[in-house]
Every structure is written in C-alpha cells, then in structure tokens.
C-alpha cells in the first residue's frame, strides 16, 4: 500500500471518528440540557430588541416569549410577540431547534409582566379592528 493510500484510509477513519465525536458530544447536551429545559415549561422571557444604529431610548421595544413545550431533541416550543418601535405587532409560535436560542440576553420576566404585555398588544389589535387609537 502506498503512503497516498494509507493517508486516504487514515482520513477516511479520522472523518467517521470525527463525526462520532460530535454525534455523542450532542447526546451528552441534550442529556444535560432537556432537563433544565423541561423546568423552564411556562415562564417567560423578554429580550430588549432595537434596530440598527438606536440613539434614543424610545428606538427600543421589549420581544416576549412564553416556553410552552420541549421535546428530547431540546427544541422549544415559543410564543413570541412584540410591538416594535414603529408600531408593527407580531405574535407567533415557533419551535427552536437548538437550546442555543436562549441567549444569555433574554431575561426571565413574571407572569404578571408578560400578561400585562400580551393584554397591551391584543388591546391595540383590537384597537385597530374597531377604528379606536
């Protein structure tokens, strides 16, 4: 066997190791993760969100989500809405692949605070339907 043929099988067996590596490195994560995700099933976050280049206080809004399911593969199960700095609303669910989605920027908020959000954006969609500012 020559040494280019030996280095093809070495590399061949170093990419199959390698790809071992990082498949039990994420079955060690969700190991970890699932639990502390599964705790955190109904709180609520917020996440102080802006556009690009803010230069006062009001270019700033609040984005909130509601952790409402996870599954073994540690994705998450959000309700987010907002209400951005120009008005726009958005409410929606979406499921998070990856525990990564938590950055350490979200912070954990009360019931009452999210509630008390969530009321505020229904009220100004129900504003809109009825003609009301």
């Known amino acids: 066997m020559s040494k280019k043929e030996l280095l093809e099988q070495k590399q061949i067996k ?3 190791l390698s790809g071992e590596v990082e498949d039990l490195k994420r079955e060690i994560e969700k190991e970890e993760t699932y639990p502390r995700l599964v705790s955190l099933i109904g709180t609520g976050w917020k ?3 802006s556009y690009s280049c803010p230069q006062k206080p009001s270019d700033y809004w609040n984005v909130y989500r509601k952790i409402l ?3 073994p593969n540690c994705s998450a199960l959000v309700a987010e809405f907002s209400t951005d700095c120009h008005g ?3 409410a ?3 499921w998070e692949c990856h525990p990564r989605w938590f950055p350490d920027s979200w912070t954990q908020c ?4 999210i509630n008390a959000a969530y009321a505020r954006l229904v009220g100004r969609v129900g504003n809109l339907m009825t003609n009301k500012k």
Not at 110 to 113: F, S, Y
Request: net charge positive.
């Open 14 to 16: 170093l990419s199959k």
């Open 47 to 49: 996440y102080r969100n």
């Open 69 to 71: 399911a996870v599954k």
């Open 88 to 90: 726009e609303m958005t």
């Open 92 to 94: 929606k669910t979406k």
């Open 110 to 113: 009360t019931d009452k605070e």
